[in-house]
């Protein structure tokens, strides 16, 4: 069998933009990535998802609370790469523009953050883990998302 790229897709809080970004890139790239990638892990695409080790984990979204924290730590322990894609995971924005919110407005959203137990303020994946590479862009930059991909695929050989 032929060798392939293990790759995973995680979301955090964010829109999810960037899923659809890459689902819609599937149109185009479908039957060359699937003899190229191993999709361990990817919800929007698949039932069963296996959590072990990745060649490159893609993460969309910024971190709200101590589990996204606890997921995106765990998630860095078990990839060789990390990629931020989109806004929210490179930058924390516009999910984290609520850390800006005047003080009047914090005080109206404090039931919400203290009841869904989240972060005062949100953070960007780099303030949590080390993040080897960012695709920028609310959604993602296409052209830079398919050049870091392929990026990795030549580095693991698969292409």
């Known amino acids: 069998m032929a060798k392939k790229l293990r790759l995973g897709w995680f979301t955090l809080t964010c829109c999810e933009d960037n899923a659809i970004m890459f689902v819609e890139l599937l149109n185009t790239h479908f039957f060359e990535w699937k003899k190229q990638i191993d999709f361990r892990y990817c919800k929007f695409l698949k039932s069963k998802n296996t959590f072990d080790e990745f060649d490159v984990a893609l993460v969309e979204g910024a971190v709200s609370s101590e589990r996204e924290k606890k997921r995106l730590l765990d998630i860095r ?22 850390n800006d919110f005047a ?20 953070l960007s994946a780099k303030d949590v883990v080390k993040v080897d590479e960012s695709v920028d862009g609310c959604p993602m930059n296409e052209e830079k998302f398919l050049q870091v991909l392929d990026k990795y695929l030549v580095e693991f050989k698969v292409k």
């Open 77 to 98: 322990s078990k990839t060789k790469y990390l990629v931020a894609v989109g806004s929210c995971a490179v930058n924390g924005r516009p999910s984290a523009q609520r």
């Open 103 to 122: 003080p009047e407005l914090k005080k109206v959203i404090k039931p919400f953050i203290k009841k869904w137990k989240l972060y005062d303020n949100v």
